[in-house]
Every structure is written in structure tokens, then in C-alpha cells.
């Protein structure tokens, strides 16, 4: 069973640079795997943030970019802001018409 | 500019059936690749299935949890997508979100979300 690995949590502090990950249990996370990311806030639904890796969805600021680190994808966010503080869900297209999505990343912002 | 908005959430007991509709505005469902995401209470988003346009066959693809028990349909009339679920356990217990698929493969639109309880 493919598993899709994300920090459970992380904190910065207003006006660093944060990159959170997605990996794979078992493997490395490539473009082929069309990575997306999400941010969600309690109680309202998830917004697109970046998608095919790193193409930003319209509308979200600059300072959100997507990448390839390694054997992982990865959301950085540039010059982070209180209201950031977010959930931040990465998924994988796994083929044949079926995504994974990681377990959610945490991002607190103090 | 494209909505969607999810109903038919509510209480149901385990072994029961619901159906979940996602009213779509802005574009045609049947031309679009569509998709159900969910959210367990105080956990992460679990993609349930998806739903190819028309022109490219209506394949329907499901997760291993719903495989089975749950399918995905339209109706051009109303402009509405469907999900049914048959045979509903207390896990199935989530917010379902309803989403339309951009290329390549990313939920791009996402409803407010609608709530199943499964619970005797």
C-alpha cells in the first residue's frame, strides 16, 4: 500500500522561508507523479495552491512555489505570514486514475 | 465562475444508503472530469473517486475503502453530480467534498463540502 509522507508539523516565524515535503514510503516522488498542494484552514475547505509540481493555481500570491528536492516534492513558502497558518495537504497521482494524498502538514506561523 | 455545492449530507445508520449531490454552475458536469474527496473529523483528505467526461467515456475509478459500495453518476438535466453510497460503515463517516479534476490530475474546484454521519 503506497503511503504519501508529510511533516505532521512545523513552525516559522513571521517573515522566514519554510519548505514542507511529500515523499513516498517506498520510492521517490517525480513530476510524473503530477504533486499538488492544498492549504486548508479549520472548518473550511481546501483552496488549490500548486499543481503538475509546480504551477500555481489562480489567484495564490508568489510567495507560495513548488518544486522537486531530492527524492521529494516540496511547497516553500517565501516571506511566511500570520495568516499562512494553515493545513497543507500534498497528492500524488498514482496512475489509473487514482491519487494519494499525504497525511497533512501542520504549519504554525509565531 | 465556477461553483459547486454539495447536499444530502446527514445521519444514517450503519448498512444504510445516501446519496450526496454536488450542483455544479459555471460549466457542464458531463464535459468535466469530476471527483469526491472526503475528511474524517479531526483527519486528513482521502480522495474517494472520480468520474471522466463523457467525451472521454465516463470511466468511473474508486478507492480500495469504497470500491464496491459506492458509485458516481450525473444527470445533464440539473446539471448535479452523484455520489451513492451503498453498505455505509462508521468509518465512512466524513465531510465529502466534490471537485472538479484539472489537467493534469489536480482537484481544482472544491465545494463547501457536505457531512455524512454513520452511526447507529
Known amino acids: 500500500q503506497t503511503v504519501v509522507t508529510q511533516e505532521p508539523s512545523f513552525s516559522v516565524s513571521p517573515g522566514e522561508t519554510v519548505t514542507l515535503t511529500c515523499g513516498l514510503s517506498?520510492?521517490?516522488?517525480?513530476?510524473?507523479?503530477?504533486p499538488s498542494w492544498y492549504q486548508q484552514t479549520p472548518g473550511q475547505a481546501p483552496r488549490t495552491l500548486i499543481y503538475?509540481?509546480?504551477t500555481r493555481s489562480s489567484g495564490v500570491p508568489d510567495r507560495f512555489s513548488g518544486s522537486i528536492l531530492g527524492n521529494k516534492a516540496a511547497l516553500t513558502i517565501t516571506a511566511a505570514q500570520a495568516d499562512d497558518e494553515s493545513d497543507y495537504y500534498c497528492?500524488?497521482?498514482?496512475?489509473?486514475?487514482?491519487?494519494?494524498f499525504g497525511g497533512g502538514t501542520k504549519l504554525t506561523v509565531l | 465562475e465556477v461553483q459547486l455545492v454539495e447536499s444530502g449530507g446527514g445521519l444514517v445508520k450503519p448498512g444504510g444508503s445516501l446519496r450526496l449531490s454536488c450542483a455544479a454552475s459555471g460549466f457542464t458536469v458531463s464535459h468535466a472530469w469530476m471527483s469526491w474527496v472526503r475528511q474524517a473529523p479531526g483527519k486528513g483528505l482521502e480522495w474517494v473517486g472520480r468520474i471522466t467526461s463523457s467525451a472521454d467515456g465516463g470511466t468511473r475509478d474508486f478507492a480500495a475503502p469504497v470500491k464496491g459500495r459506492f458509485t458516481i453518476s450525473g444527470d445533464d438535466s440539473k446539471n448535479t453530480l452523484y455520489l451513492q453510497m451503498n453498505s455505509l460503515k462508521t468509518e465512512d463517516t466524513a465531510v465529502y467534498y466534490c471537485t472538479t479534476v484539472g489537467n493534469p490530475g489536480y482537484f481544482h474546484h472544491w465545494g463547501q463540502g457536505t457531512l455524512v454521519t454513520v452511526s447507529s
Open positions: 517506498s520510492g521517490s516522488v517525480s513530476t510524473d507523479y503530477y
Open positions: 497528492v500524488l497521482y498514482m496512475g489509473s486514475g487514482s491519487w494519494v
Open positions: 503538475s509540481t509546480n
